[in-house]
């Protein structure tokens, strides 16, 4: 099973300043790797797939970047809508397909 | 609207069983592949099943083999998750998830149904 580790756990950024969210697997994933949203009370929404291409309806704000075993998700001039918790996804090698534990923005 | 509506969720003792249903309209289900995914309380997110399209193809997370059974109606564009022998550590809610493509991201999710298991 393909683990993958996500930094930091917590991010404190002030609107409008850029967020950098890291995600780490423990061996290749090359490009399949997704990146969701998730608002309190809401289910997870779908940023970002194959590691850079934004899902329909995205703001382009929100990008996607790496392969392997490593991928970072840029938030460039943060939102109050942004403040949420992010999850990263592998898919390349499942079943299982695992997720991340979260990173969770919160307002600096 | 493409959407996904999850039911069937509710408090069940320990050993009991409960069976979830997962709607789905806007699309042509029969085209897609599906998941169940479940959130723990105040936890991360955890793939439970998938089930291909025609329903051949069915993997189940190590956690719920032998317990849980994921299947599909085309004919009512429905899906099911039943649960038996349930535990404590099944407390989730759970989500029905579509695949973009086969063996791919997670793009329509159901709003969630909430499972208790509680004495």
């Known amino acids: 099973e393909i683990v993958m580790t996500q930094s930091p756990a917590t991010l404190s950024v002030s609107p409008g300043e850029r967020a950098t969210l890291s995600c780490r697997a423990s061996?290749?994933?090359?490009?399949?790797l997704a990146w969701y949203q998730q608002k309190p009370g809401q289910a997870p929404r779908l940023l970002i797939y194959g590691a850079s291409t934004r899902a329909t309806g995205i703001p382009a704000r929100f990008s996607g970047s790496g392969s392997g075993t490593e991928f970072t998700l840029t938030i460039s001039s943060l939102q109050s809508e942004d403040f949420a918790v992010y999850y990263c996804q592998q898919y390349n090698n499942w079943p299982p397909n695992t997720f991340g534990q979260g990173t969770k923005l919160e307002i600096k | 609207e493409v959407q996904l509506v999850e039911s069937g969720g509710g408090l069940v003792q320990p050993g009991g069983s409960l069976r979830l249903s997962c709607a789905a309209s806007?699309?042509?289900?029969?085209?897609?592949?599906m998941n169940w995914v479940r959130q723990a309380p105040g936890k991360g997110l955890e793939w439970v099943s998938y089930?291909?399209?025609?329903?051949?193809?069915?993997y189940y997370a190590d956690s719920v083999k032998g317990r849980f059974t994921i299947s599909r109606d085309n004919a009512k564009n429905s899906l099911y998750l039943q649960m038996n022998s349930l535990r404590a550590e099944d407390t989730a809610v759970y989500y029905c998830?579509?695949?973009?493509?086969?063996?791919?991201?997670?793009?329509?999710w159901g709003q969630g149904t909430m499972v208790t298991v509680s004495s």
């Open positions: 089930i291909s399209s025609s329903g051949s193809t069915i």
């Open positions: 061996q290749s994933v090359s490009s399949n």
């Open positions: 998830a579509r695949d973009r493509i086969q063996f791919d991201a997670f793009d329509i």
């Open positions: 806007g699309f042509t289900f029969s085209s897609y592949e």
